[in-house]
């Protein structure tokens, strides 16, 4: 049978079967299921997998869903772009760190200016009568004038040469006589919690743990004003410093010690009667006893100058070990005592002057001077 041209079917000769012709107008694509994202799919109102069977396998999805969720999210986020070469650079403010010596120069000048005006002009405007001013002069040309008023209440300290002397005398008449100093230590030591308070005192006097002092320590500061009221001689300071001379006349007002009792010499006596060269002429003859942390250095050096050493007690361990040191001395002949132990010096050779009726003197940082062959004797 002829097969005829446009028909989309036909059939073949001798067979009977149908032939099936397909023309391009009669061709069908395949439609490409659209395959949605794991999450999406995992996904549903209530939170559980919708489109998987399988309970185990649900479970793994769900996870490795969350994780891609969670990496997507981040993916979000804004990433910082890179910089291209010709991409203008943006500068990051840096702080800067100060200079601490030009810190350090600048708050000192700041504090004297201040310092100055509350200590000289703050006084002085209080002074002025209202709606009035002194023209072309300064602070000092005040003080100046103002002090010529007061020249005739000045007192003079009384001579290293002097002290020496008296002590000569009580030596050959073998009567008691003290010498102590007052150094910033002891400054501290009898104003803290009496004229300034203990943080302060520990702000500015660091060192009070060397010098034998752990404040606060009541006791040991009315001990040492009741040495300093006892003693011969005492050595003050003439430096006008805020905790040198600055304090010496508000400690001894809070303490009820009168200046005009006491018989004041210059606090490095010790240091001058050495360099004058009377230092020898005070020992030799006589029976020494040295006392301190420096006391058997001292002794070797006083030896090989022929003078005679009859003991020497050491340590001393602040001024808790007062009443042992005091009890130590009582072991020994002497006729002068050299103490150098700190703060404890002080109350030391007043006591022991008391007590043993012998010469005791506050030798302080000049025993280890000697030891050292800084100075000779």
Same mark, same amino acid.
């Given at each position: 049978?002829?097969?005829?041209?446009?028909?989309?079917?036909?059939?073949?000769?001798?067979?009977?079967?149908?032939?099936?012709?397909?023309?391009?107008?009669?061709? =069908?694509?395949?439609?490409?299921?659209?395959?949605?994202?794991?999450?999406?799919?995992?996904?549903? *109102?209530?939170?559980?997998?919708?489109?998987?069977?399988?309970?185990?396998?649900?479970?793994?999805?769900?996870?490795?869903?969350?994780?891609?969720?969670?990496?997507?999210?981040?993916?979000?986020?804004? *990433?910082?772009?890179?910089?291209?070469?010709?991409?203008?650079?943006?500068? #990051?403010?840096?702080?800067?760190?100060?200079?601490?010596?030009?810190?350090?120069?600048?708050?000192?000048?700041?504090?004297?200016?201040?310092?100055?005006?509350?200590?000289? !002009?703050?006084?002085?405007?209080?002074?002025?009568?209202?709606?009035?001013?002194?023209?072309?002069?300064?602070?000092?040309?005040?003080?100046?004038?103002?002090?010529? /008023?007061?020249?005739? #209440?000045? #007192?003079?300290?009384?001579?290293?040469?002097?002290?020496?002397?008296?002590?000569? /005398?009580?030596? !050959?008449? =073998?009567?008691?006589?003290?010498?102590?100093?007052?150094?910033?230590?002891?400054?501290?030591?009898?104003?803290?919690?009496?004229?300034?308070?203990?943080?302060?005192?520990?702000?500015?006097?660091?060192?009070?743990?060397?010098?034998?002092?752990?404040?606060?320590?009541?006791?040991?500061?009315? /001990?040492?004003?009741?040495?300093? =009221? *006892?003693?011969?001689?005492?050595?003050?300071?003439?430096?006008?410093?805020?905790?040198?001379?600055?304090?010496?006349?508000?400690?001894?007002?809070?303490?009820?010690?009168?200046?005009?009792?006491?018989?004041?010499?210059?606090?490095?006596?010790?240091?001058?009667?050495?360099? #004058?060269?009377?230092?020898?002429?005070?020992?030799?003859?006589?029976?020494?006893?040295?006392?301190?942390?420096?006391?058997?250095?001292?002794?070797?050096?006083?030896?090989?100058?022929?003078?005679?050493?009859?003991?020497?007690?050491?340590?001393?361990?602040?001024?808790?070990?007062?009443?042992?040191?005091?009890?130590?001395?009582?072991?020994? !002949?002497?006729?002068?005592?050299?103490?150098?132990?700190?703060?404890?010096?002080?109350?030391?050779?007043? /006591?022991?002057?008391?007590?043993?009726? *012998?010469?005791?003197?506050?030798?302080?940082?000049?025993?280890?001077?000697?030891?050292?062959?800084?100075?000779?004797?």
């Amino acid at each position: 049978m002829m097969t005829r041209e446009g028909e989309g079917m036909s059939t073949t000769v001798g067979r009977k079967r149908p032939l099936l012709i397909l023309t391009t107008a009669s061709i =069908r694509t395949p439609r490409k299921r659209k395959r949605r994202t794991l999450g999406k799919r995992l996904r549903t *109102k209530n939170g559980r997998a919708g489109s998987l069977r399988r309970k185990g396998t649900r479970r793994g999805l769900r996870k490795k869903g969350a994780l891609r969720s969670r990496l997507s999210k981040q993916s979000r986020l804004p *990433k910082t772009p890179k910089l291209r070469k010709n991409d203008p650079v943006i500068h #990051q403010f840096i702080p800067t760190i100060p200079n601490l010596d030009e810190e350090k120069r600048l708050s000192f000048e700041d504090g004297y200016r201040h310092g100055r005006y509350e200590g000289g !002009e703050l006084i002085l405007a209080n002074l002025l009568p209202e709606n009035t001013y002194l023209p072309d002069i300064s602070v000092e040309d005040v003080i100046t004038a103002g002090f010529e /008023q007061f020249r005739h #209440q000045l #007192q003079s300290f009384i001579e290293p040469e002097a002290v020496c002397a008296e002590l000569h /005398q009580a030596l !050959e008449e =073998r009567r008691p006589m003290s010498l102590v100093r007052l150094g910033d230590g002891e400054m501290f030591a009898l104003a803290h919690d009496k004229v300034v308070s203990t943080e302060l005192v520990r702000r500015h006097g660091d060192f009070l743990a060397y010098a034998g002092l752990e404040i606060p320590d009541h006791n040991c500061r009315e /001990q040492l004003a009741e040495a300093v =009221r *006892k003693a011969s001689f005492v050595g003050v300071p003439t430096f006008r410093s805020p905790n040198f001379h600055g304090l010496l006349l508000p400690v001894l007002r809070a303490h009820g010690i009168h200046m005009a009792d006491m018989r004041m010499t210059v606090s490095t006596v010790n240091y001058a009667i050495a360099l #004058q060269g009377h230092l020898y002429g005070l020992l030799k003859r006589r029976r020494v006893l040295t006392v301190g942390n420096a006391a058997v250095g001292l002794a070797s050096v006083l030896r090989k100058r022929g003078i005679t050493v009859t003991g020497t007690i050491a340590p001393v361990r602040g001024t808790t070990d007062i009443p042992h040191i005091l009890d130590e001395v009582s072991r020994y !002949e002497f006729d002068i005592a050299l103490v150098a132990a700190g703060i404890p010096a002080v109350i030391l050779a007043q /006591q022991i002057a008391e007590r043993y009726n *012998k010469v005791a003197i506050d030798f302080g940082h000049l025993a280890n001077k000697i030891a050292d062959g800084v100075i000779a004797i």
